[in-house]
């Protein structure tokens, strides 16, 4: 693999792809354009560092990532996350699971259906449920977002993500839970039942 960087054509060839990576994981068009501008300028900076361990596009990817990470660490997004979910978690529960002498089962508007896939390798298709899942992930709340992310579209391990955005175990899989159960509800909702 060539280690020869050329940093003329990284807006071509490259700009498209981080910038929708950006938006996915931002949901802001303005910062997602701010983190790619600046994934260039570190990128440019770093160029002599490069040492051709991997494509040009996967370590402008990486110091996008860490852009990202650097981007919600500063934000304090996911501070006091314990509180966060130990306050939420009652109304978190009855919104998706019954209550009383049939506690714990799904209620009945929020149990899991069958979704039919149909056509979703069509590439129109492709290019509307993405618009859905970034609608989804936008209405997710904040603190579930990084680590909603880093798990299934950067697929980093929990021990990864712990130790990155510098949250507990248990905290780590409340999110990964509650996640999981917003987004399958907004997908039920705006795409398989659409």
């Given at each position: 693999m060539s280690?020869?960087?050329?940093?003329?054509?990284?807006i071509g060839l490259y700009g498209d792809y981080l910038y929708s990576l950006a938006l996915l994981k931002t949901g802001n068009k303005e910062l997602a354009?701010?983190?790619?501008?600046?994934?260039?300028?570190?990128?440019f900076k770093a160029r002599e560092g490069f040492k051709g361990n991997s494509s040009?596009?996967?370590w402008l990817a990486t110091i996008l990532k860490n852009k990202i990470v650097d981007h919600y660490r500063k934000k304090d997004?996911?501070?006091?996350?314990?509180?966060?979910?130990?306050?939420?978690?009652?109304?978190?529960?009855?919104?998706?699971?019954?209550?009383?002498?049939q506690a714990g089962h799904w209620s009945p508007a929020t149990a899991p259906k069958e979704w039919d896939t149909g056509n979703a390798d069509n590439p129109v298709n492709k290019r509307e449920f993405y618009q859905i899942l970034q609608y989804c992930i936008q209405k997710m709340p904040p603190k579930l977002v990084p680590?909603?992310?880093?798990?299934?579209?950067?697929?980093?391990?929990?021990?990864?993500?712990?130790?990155?955005?510098?949250?507990s175990s248990s905290n780590y899989w409340v999110i990964i839970h509650r996640a999981k159960l917003l987004m399958r509800s907004c997908l039920e909702k705006n795409w398989f039942s659409a």
């Amino acid at each position: 693999m060539s280690n020869t960087l050329q940093p003329a054509d990284w807006i071509g060839l490259y700009g498209d792809y981080l910038y929708s990576l950006a938006l996915l994981k931002t949901g802001n068009k303005e910062l997602a354009e701010d983190l790619v501008q600046d994934t260039f300028l570190s990128a440019f900076k770093a160029r002599e560092g490069f040492k051709g361990n991997s494509s040009e596009k996967t370590w402008l990817a990486t110091i996008l990532k860490n852009k990202i990470v650097d981007h919600y660490r500063k934000k304090d997004v996911l501070k006091n996350t314990g509180d966060y979910l130990a306050d939420t978690e009652e109304s978190f529960h009855t919104s998706f699971f019954t209550t009383g002498d049939q506690a714990g089962h799904w209620s009945p508007a929020t149990a899991p259906k069958e979704w039919d896939t149909g056509n979703a390798d069509n590439p129109v298709n492709k290019r509307e449920f993405y618009q859905i899942l970034q609608y989804c992930i936008q209405k997710m709340p904040p603190k579930l977002v990084p680590v909603f992310l880093a798990r299934f579209v950067d697929q980093e391990n929990a021990d990864e993500i712990c130790k990155e955005f510098n949250i507990s175990s248990s905290n780590y899989w409340v999110i990964i839970h509650r996640a999981k159960l917003l987004m399958r509800s907004c997908l039920e909702k705006n795409w398989f039942s659409a």
